[in-house]
T-cell receptor, first 111, second 112 residues
Framework: DSGVTQTPKHLITATGQRVTLRCSPR?????VYWYQQSLDQGLQFLIQ???????AKGNILERFSAQQFPDLHSELNLSSLELGDSALYFC??????????FGPGTRLTVL | GEDVEQSLFLSVREGDSSVINCTYT??????LYWYKQEPGAGLQLLTY?????DMKQDQRLTVLLNKKDKHLSLRIADTQTGDSAIYFC????????????FGTGTKLQVIP
């Protein structure tokens, strides 16, 4: 158990809908990262937050957004969902100089 | 830019050693990592090596780093069926924030 929690574990929705994925980092970690893992694209870095502020951006679509709240949990919002958004979404957390620890992931299925 | 490459698949017999290879392009990488992903699970940090080290050993795992060739390897001794998983290498760029680039992952199949 890495100490990073993600909810929900599974999510099934329809095209055009909007969903919110939630992540709670390890106690004391200020950084939160979001990744998308699909079969054909591998593990893609989406975005990083550090202590509530966006720190780095990867291959994140404009339809996707994230935020980190004062209690350091983070949410990833996915809107206008398409079939191709079906994937595993991982959250990871780290302290400033430490390595990333991953949560168990949320499996999103868009029908 | 950063690019991390791995072979896609490796098959070994139980009890043999496995060697998973990785090449990276960013010579300024500070840390290099190995993660393990079992089916349906998240990535689990296995081990990491600082860029000024050549080798790190941790029980059955040995990490070798060749900075000149930008080559990283993970050797698993006495491979067990429970080692079957996808193994990702990753490199961390220097800077005021962490920027980690993951490889494509190598699927290790252990044959009983």
């Amino acid at each position: 158990d890495s100490g990073v929690t993600q909810t929900p574990k599974h999510l099934i929705t329809a095209t055009g809908q909007r969903v919110t994925l939630r992540c709670s980092p390890r106690s004391g970690d200020l950084s939160v990262y979001w990744y998308q893992q699909s079969l054909d694209q591998g593990l893609q870095f989406l975005i990083q937050y550090y202590n509530g502020e966006e720190r780095a951006k990867g291959n994140i679509l404009e339809r996707f957004s994230a935020q980190q709240f004062p209690d350091l949990h983070s949410e990833l919002n996915l809107s206008s969902l398409e079939l191709g958004d079906s994937a595993l979404y991982f959250c990871a957390s780290s302290s400033y100089t430490d390595t990333q620890y991953f949560g168990p992931g949320t499996r999103l299925t868009v029908l | 830019g950063e690019d991390v490459e791995q072979s896609l698949f490796l098959s070994v017999r139980e009890g043999d050693s496995s060697v998973i290879n990785c090449t990276y392009t960013d010579s300024s990488s500070t840390y290099l990592y190995w993660y393990k992903q079992e089916p349906g699970a998240g990535l689990q940090l296995l081990t990491y090596i600082f860029s000024n080290m050549d080798m790190k050993q941790d029980q059955r795992l040995t990490v070798l780093l060749n900075k000149k060739d930008k080559h990283l390897s993970l050797r698993i001794a006495d491979t067990q069926t429970g080692d079957s998983a996808i193994y990702f290498c990753a490199e961390r760029a220097p800077g005021g924030y962490q920027k980690v680039t993951f490889g494509t992952g190598t699927k290790l199949q252990v044959i009983p």
